[in-house]
């Protein structure tokens, strides 16, 4: 860039170096078992527990080596019995749980249990999402017990369409390799995250607000009752996860 003077200014240098200081993921699939692995395989202890489906979205904070991660694991969005308005509110739900938003969606398949309907529930998940929720997902699989042709052809196809973004879930798979594709995908979105255009009051809100004044618990839970349109008890419940899963430091999320 020239001046005035004709001199040649350096660029102003990029302070983001491509990591985030906190890691927030979603993890999406059909089988509620698997997700929960998946999840508690990633933060490296058993948070969630495999044997109990939950109805709501389930979230956990844990610092890996001085990176904080958020992890956000859906409930089965995939139900055929949801009607739009109840997915909406699932996936509103879970945008809250990890406001600002995901950096990344680990679509969780197995590969034989993935029928064109689910592909096609999966395109109407996305879009609920947002229009980039595509740009961020990486897709996590694991093999079959048994062949299924169909069902196979399905899961390759949706392989294929992400590529390099593949990580395969068998026994002996590395977590640092997929934590690696999972920060892979957040660079070359340069450290954006996916945001949805309408979703509750953000944990960062609440907690700067409980730091003002005393008796603003009522007044939050009121908040995520309005923005949300849910009873007071799931306002309550929603209100409450979302302060526990924002445990890293307050100054952490205002720098980011």
């Not at 089988?31 to 998946?38: A, T």
Request: hydrophobic share 35%; proline share 5%.
């Amino acid at each position: 860039m020239a001046s005035s003077s004709g001199l040649t200014l350096p660029r102003r240098r990029q302070s983001w170096d491509g990591t985030p200081l906190i890691m927030r993921l979603v993890l999406v699939g059909k089988n509620g078992q698997l997700n929960r692995r998946v999840g508690n395989f990633i933060l490296g202890r058993d948070v969630f527990d495999p044997g109990s489906p939950p109805c709501h979205s389930q979230g956990a904070t844990e610092n890996l080596k001085g990176k904080y991660i958020t992890l956000i694991v859906t409930p089965d969005l995939f139900d055929s019995g949801l009607s739009n308005d109840e997915l909406n509110e699932q996936v509103s739900e879970c945008m809250t749980l990890c406001a600002p938003g995901p950096h990344v969606i680990v679509l969780v398949l197995q590969r034989d249990d993935f029928t064109e309907a689910d592909r096609k529930q999966l395109n109407f998940i996305f879009s609920s999402l947002s229009e980039e929720t595509r740009k961020h997902t990486i897709v996590l699989t694991q093999p079959g017990s048994s062949v299924d042709l169909i069902k196979e052809t399905v899961s390759n196809e949706i392989i294929a369409e992400f590529d390099k973004w593949h990580f395969e879930f068998t026994s002996g798979c590395s977590r640092t390799a997929l934590l690696d594709l999972m920060e892979k995908r957040i660079k070359e979105n340069r450290g954006r995250c996916l945001k949805r255009k309408e979703f509750a009051i953000t944990p960062f809100v609440i907690e700067e607000q409980q730091h003002q004044q005393p008796t603003v618990e009522g007044e939050a839970e009121q908040a995520v009752r309005k923005k949300t349109g849910k009873s007071q008890k799931d306002a309550k419940k929603i209100y409450i996860l979302s302060c526990h899963i924002c445990s890293p430091p307050l100054e952490l999320f205002k720098r980011l």
